[in-house]
């Protein structure tokens, strides 16, 4: 089991939305290198980062301070917020990214996530943000109304090298992942699977090593409010 600390950046800060809501922010103090630091000073190898401002934009805006985080600590580091073209999934390639998190330009265009893999094999994860069922889009802002499950189907033989599931109910809820419809996702996927949302406790980390299919879990509030301990979390990093 994979443990995935979290980065989300807006503004240059590391944030935590709530259910994705923009208007339910927390900022904390720490910038963005120095939580990394914190992160790789415990030992952690995996690292997932958020770019909130290209979520909302489409443009790799806080590309310098993730190649800084990519350059300067020894992380593996998957990337995602607003990564809708070539250009910027090469970008985050180039600058040592070890996977580019594609979301809502695949779930609209799948020939893009198709074409994606082919191009940048091994580098493409699928980002699948989900809402009672159906997939969200646009920052969540849109449902696609795609039934979650069903367009998995549809893509997942298209070379997709991991896939990160989140319910968008709990995500900052720190109410424990939906581990249900996550064993779903995970029974029909061809890659493995990170859950993502509502961690809350270590016991949601031992509850998730008991499934299949899953390589990791992304953890960000409940580290960032201390119902986590970094010292505690990292145990569990396998």
Known sequence: MKIFPAIDIKD????????????????YELSP?????????????????VDLDGALTGQTI????????????????????????FENIKKYVDIGAEKVI?????????????EAC????????????SKDGYL?????KENSNQSTLEYLGDVNNYGVS???YTDINKDGTKQSPNF????????????????????????????????KNIEGIIVGKAIYDGDIELDELVKEDA
Do not use: M
């Open 136 to 140: 969200s889009v646009s920052g969540w």
């Open 180 to 211: 249900e419809e996550t064993l779903k996702v995970a029974e029909k996927s061809n890659c493995p699977v990170i859950i993502s949302g509502g961690v809350s406790s270590l016991e949601d980390i031992k509850k998730a090593k008991t499934l």
């Open 33 to 49: 290198a120095e939580q990394a630091k914190k992160y790789e000073d415990h030992g952690f190898k995996n690292l997932h980062i």
């Open 62 to 85: 806080n590309l310098d301070i993730i190649k800084n985080i990519i350059s300067k600590f020894n992380l593996k580091v998957e990337v995602g917020g607003g990564i809708r073209n």
């Open 102 to 114: 594609l979301g809502s330009a695949a779930i609209k265009d799948k020939d893009f996530l198709k």
């Open 118 to 129: 082919k191009k940048f094999p091994n580098k493409i994860a699928l980002g699948l943000d």
């Open 12 to 27: 240059k800060k590391c944030v935590r939305l709530v259910k994705g809501k923009f208007d339910n922010k927390t900022e």
């Open 162 to 164: 991991r896939l990160i």
